[in-house]
């Protein structure tokens, strides 16, 4: 994808010519996993799928979007969009308008394009991209100046308050602020990050598609995060400097889990250790030792089944079948769980064998074979063209 194919896109689409066009990339997960609302810590990978958005201003107060993967095409008044009108994929761009006009009523009415090559609800994050290269592209044809931090928690609240889904911090920050050819160590408490070099050598992370999305995950979310308050709670009476998971050591966790509900116990030893697995792997990552870094995947992967018990059959199968090849150094699932995608690191001669090996032992859902694609760590999101005013 590039500028000359979303201009001609654009203007065959709205017969007329583009003034901004911005783009932002999906991200991977490589590992700190139910650690961002423990006020923890998470180590994505910005993907080099991305997805890409035209825009031009109109005189009225009209927006007219067009999706080019979902092939379909919507117009609303900018400050008048009903979720019950519109298809799903239109509340991100009508969020992200809304919030900047609520912010700066420079916005007025526009035309905008989607091009993405990210799949949606591939487990790449498509939404985030989605409202990232919106809001980068609405705000820099409106003249409006945004921190990347407003940035963020706008294109995060698009996608709380208009498509209904409650996500932490990770996507969008590191959609945002990826650095080429890094990993994106990011503090979900300061929100400090540090852009950790990957020096993959002869390797290569590949992320494979389950094709399972199971319905119960809302719930079981929902659940997870009360279990670990209760464990904070257990602690915080213990210690009141206790806020998060986040305060509390492996030790402590150790010295009290025979006492503990053994619920909140298990949850609290994987987000503790997943913790200080995902600074290791982030240590493990800047000296080049990705035999540790696998090492820590794998780690993670049980951590996740066995004590936070988010993973699925058929995480669990994909998991096992990837780490059996030989040249693999790690695999684990990424994101929610209970279905989504596993990621693994690997060497790259060995990817032809560990799409054979999942192609022949893979249960794969009816009608949707395993996907994989290799995914080098990529840049953050950008405007590429801009003749605003
Ligand atoms: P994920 O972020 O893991 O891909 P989500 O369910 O959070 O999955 O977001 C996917 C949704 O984002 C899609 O159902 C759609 O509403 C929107 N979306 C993603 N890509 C596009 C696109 N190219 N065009 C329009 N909407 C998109
Ligand atoms: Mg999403």
Not at 274 to 297: I, K, P, S
Not at 320 to 347: K, Q, S
Not at 348 to 359: D, L, M, Y
């Amino acid at each position: 994808m590039n500028v000359s194919e979303l201009r001609d896109r654009f203007s065959a689409r709205f017969q007329r010519t583009c003034a901004v066009v911005a783009r932002a990339p999906g991200r991977v997960n490589l590992i700190g996993e139910h650690t961002d609302y423990n006020d923890g810590f998470v180590l994505p990978i910005a993907t080099e799928q991305e997805t890409w958005v035209a825009v031009a201003p109109r005189k009225d107060h009209a927006v007219r979007a067009y999706s080019t993967e979902f092939d379909d095409q919507r117009t609303w008044p900018i400050d008048g969009w009903l979720a019950d009108d519109f298809p799903h994929w239109t509340a991100y761009v009508a969020g992200v308008a809304a919030l900047l006009r609520q912010r700066d009523a420079r916005l007025n009415g526009f035309d905008l394009l989607i091009r993405s090559d990210v799949p949606p609800g591939g487990g790449l994050s498509s939404s985030a991209a989605l409202e990232n290269a919106a809001a980068l592209a609405l705000s820099e044809m409106a003249g409006i100046s945004l921190q990347p931090n407003e940035l963020i928690d706008l294109s995060r609240r698009a996608e709380h308050d208009f498509a209904g889904v409650p996500c932490g911090l990770m996507d969008q920050s590191v959609s945002l602020l990826a650095e080429p050819g890094c990993a994106f160590l990011l503090d979900c408490r300061s929100r400090e990050f540090q852009h950790i070099p990957c020096d993959l050598g002869e390797h290569v992370f590949v992320v494979i598609d389950s094709g399972v999305r199971h319905k119960l995950a809302t719930s079981e979310y929902a659940r997870r995060q009360q279990e670990c308050r209760q464990a904070v709670e257990y602690f915080r009476r213990r210690d009141t400097q206790v806020r998060a998971l986040r305060d509390v050591s492996l030790d402590a966790v150790r010295a009290h889990i025979e006492q503990m509900d053994p619920l909140p116990a298990r949850r609290a030893r994987h987000v503790v250790s997943e913790n200080e697995r995902t600074l290791a792997a982030a240590a493990a990552l800047r000296a080049a030792d990705l035999t540790q870094f696998g090492r820590l995947m794998i780690e993670s992967h049980r951590s996740l089944r066995d004590d936070y018990q988010v993973s699925s059959q058929e995480l669990d199968q994909l998991v096992e079948i990837i780490t059996a090849v030989d040249g693999v150094l790690g695999a684990r699932m990424t994101g929610g769980g209970f279905g989504g995608c596993v990621v693994a690191l690997t060497r790259e001669a060995s990817v032809g064998r560990i799409e054979q090996a999942v192609r022949a032992d893979y249960d794969s859902p009816p009608g949707k074979a395993a996907r994989l694609h290799r995914t080098h760590p990529s840049r953050g999101a950008s405007v590429e063209v801009s003749e605003a005013t």
